[in-house]
């Protein structure tokens, strides 16, 4: 193949527990992985739900992030908005993460605080 590695997109995902969101969690994703899937604007993430867990959009810092952070907090819990937050302290210091992979086998990290469901 004949391909220029600089015509390529990548994405960059961090990966974690499902531990480190709540069960209400896990049912507002599965609720706006239904409407990816059905090719329906999700009400706040792009999301891709696998058996093992979850694919999640998450925008460029800017007004996308904004708004979308801005939707998060009226619906997902304390606990999944500071995964958020990490994304963008990661962010600032220089990774491209362009997904939040939770992963059913996802390392936990304590300081997070995972839950034990």
Request: glycine share 4%; hydrophobic share 35%; net charge negative.
């Amino acid at each position: 193949m004949n391909i220029d590695v600089k015509d390529l997109e990548f994405s960059r995902a961090l990966m974690l527990s499902t531990a480190h969101m709540t069960e209400d969690d896990v049912d507002l994703l599965d609720e706006e992985g239904r409407r990816s899937d059905e090719n329906l604007p999700a009400n706040t993430f792009v999301v891709q739900n696998y058996p093992e867990g979850y694919w999640i959009y998450i925008p460029p810092a800017g007004p996308e992030f904004d708004d979308t952070f801005q939707k998060a907090k009226k619906w997902y819990s304390s606990k999944f908005m500071r995964l958020l937050w990490l994304i963008e302290d990661v962010r600032d210091l220089g990774e491209e993460v362009t997904h939040l992979r939770l992963d059913c086998d996802g390392p936990t990290v304590k300081a997070l605080n995972p839950e034990s469901w």
